[in-house]
């Protein structure tokens, strides 16, 4: 057999091979690497640019003490994925020096994971005099109540850096979250030992060109601070940030208050922003929440409107009848509207997301219910809904296909009744193509299949045309539309669904091209039975 060299073979091209490259998941060009030393060499920036580095305990130890050549490695290799769990191994000020000089000049996105109140004087020193080359931050400040690590004598010793600090242009995303501190029935565990480590109006001089900023469970003045900092700027000049997320973790959220929601309502003389991510408290004024939506109309096209659960106060609903011409994303929590009559002022809408707060219970989705007259409401522009809690009856299903008749992917919990209710609107349901499935209340083979669980037992294994006579409701095989498809079922003597959901029902799916079982009763005989190339398998 002739040699193949590289001059005369297309799999030794670099141009075919970098196309061929940009298809690639990081799990392939692993194995694409392998193959000989030319594609290695080919695929190495591929392979460099998407692979993710995780430092702590002893790797970073390692790192930070010199005892390894992994510090010259990172040095050498511009990687590109940071996740670096800070500790006391970074309480001194060389340890500090070694790891940012070590993956400064490459570093672009990264996490950080704070177990330990000195790494505040570190973080200062990320945020105002490293990393270049950085575009995407999240900080997760943990707190274990009350047992946070200390080492305050270490940071004493750590040096000041000088004032100094030069304008970072590739920073685009920042999310800083405080996690661990909680109240509980007006008791709060931990406190917030954490406040932001340097003044916001540094942080946005630094940071030129944020777009994304997202403060989770931070203390409530420092977002008074954060916002006041930010006006200040904006009103000097044009600011890219557009993308704002303000949320709370904790049974009595203080942030955003009212204060919050007026000022940023203020600032729509100096910047508009295109999305919001909100967490709404019952004691949040609505005239003021509905303020900040009017004065960001004409940008806003995300919009993310979410309700912890108050344990004593109820929460007013909100009726959202603001003309909001370009949001095309809404999530909202189920108790924050009363029904769908939103729709009509949000022409612009694709997607929508109802989701809840309270998992401890699963109460039922009453926007669905509570919308009296669907054909009003119908939207005809929604392509895409995920309705997280479980809906009241079979009859929300039908008024969904009401307001919904151009569904395209649908994500809901569903039982064997109002499965069979999804299946006959399939008719109205054409371009219904990924669907999504969770069971609730009792999904089982007769949902899947359309066929009773004892007809399915006594015919399914014998004869195919006695069982599919026998059948009494739409199975899933109506929704000939479908491409992809996901069961996803709750482990309990309710729910359960086995090889006949994919005999008399799956099968059926002549579209089919992605399919994903999780925690079914489906051997794998019959999951192979399955004829499509993607397709997962989870127990």
């Known amino acids: 057999m002739a040699e193949i060299l590289p001059t005369n073979s297309p799999l030794f091209n670099h141009l075919v091979l970098e196309k061929v490259l940009n298809y690639l998941e990081f799990s392939d060009l692993k194995t694409f690497r392998l193959v000989c030393i030319f594609w290695h060499q080919v695929s190495s920036p591929y392979f460099v640019s998407q692979a993710k580095i995780y430092l702590e305990g002893t790797s970073l130890e390692q790192l930070v003490s010199n005892e390894s050549s992994s510090a010259n490695s990172l040095r050498l290799i511009p990687f590109e994925y940071y996740t ?27 996490t950080l994971h704070v177990t330990t109140v000195y790494a505040k004087k570190e973080l200062k020193w990320l945020l105002l005099y490293n990393l270049p080359l950085l575009k995407k931050v999240k900080i997760f400040v943990m707190k274990y109540w009350g047992t946070l690590e200390e080492n305050l004598d270490n940071s004493a010793i750590l040096q000041e850096p000088g004032e100094d600090v030069q304008t970072n242009s590739s920073l685009q995303s920042f999310q800083l979250s405080y996690l661990g501190s909680m109240s509980w029935y007006g008791y709060e565990e931990g406190g917030n030992e954490f406040s932001f480590p340097i003044p916001w109006i540094r942080f946005f001089r630094r940071f030129s060109s944020l777009s994304h900023l997202a403060l989770i469970g931070v203390a ?49 003389q100096h910047n508009h922003f295109e999305s919001l991510h909100l967490e709404i408290s019952p004691l949040t004024t609505i005239t003021i929440l509905s303020n900040l939506l009017e004065n960001n109309a004409d940008t806003l096209k995300t919009l993310r409107l979410r309700r912890y659960p108050h344990p004593y106060l109820a929460m007013m609903p909100i009726t959202l009848a603001i003309e909001l011409q370009h949001v095309a994303f809404l999530e909202i929590s189920d108790s924050l509207t009363p029904s769908l009559s939103f729709l009509p002022h949000m022409p612009a809408l694709k997607t929508l997301h109802i989701i809840l707060r309270d998992y401890r219970n699963l109460p039922a989705c009453e926007i669905i219910h509570n919308t009296p007259n669907p054909q009003r409401v119908s939207h005809g522009g929604v392509t895409n809904l995920y309705i997280e809690p479980p809906l009241i009856s079979r009859s929300c299903i039908e008024k969904l296909a009401i307001c919904f008749p151009a569904l395209e992917t649908l994500q809901i919990r569903l039982s064997n009744e109002m499965m069979h209710e ?40 014998y004869s195919s045309f006695e069982a599919r006579k026998h059948r009494k409701n739409p199975s899933i095989g109506n929704i000939k539309s479908l491409t992809s498809l996901t069961i996803e079922m709750w482990a309990d003597y309710e729910n359960h669904i086995s090889d006949w959901s994919v005999y008399y029902g799956i099968l059926d799916l002549t579209n089919l091209q992605h399919v994903t079982l999780i925690r079914t009763e489906i051997s794998n005989t019959a999951f192979k039975a399955i004829p499509v190339k993607k397709k997962v398998l989870v127990d």
């Open 220 to 268: 409530a003045q420092d977002v008074a601070e954060m916002i006041e900092s930010f006006g200040e700027v904006a009103a000097g000049s044009n600011t890219p940030l557009k993308n704002l997320e303000i949320l709370d973790e904790n049974s009595f959220p203080e942030i955003p208050n009212d204060e919050h929601l007026g000022s940023l309502a203020n600032l729509s």
């Open 84 to 110: 670096i769990k800070i500790n006391s191994l970074l309480s001194t000020n060389d340890g500090v020096k070694i790891l940012w000089s070590t993956i400064h000049n490459n570093i672009k996105y990264l």
């Open 422 to 461: 999804l299946c006959t609107q399939a008719v109205t349901w054409k371009k219904l193509n990924s669907l999504h499935i969770t069971s609730w209340d009792g999904l089982t083979d007769e949902g899947i299949t359309g066929i009773s669980c004892e007809i399915l037992k006594f015919w399914g294994g």
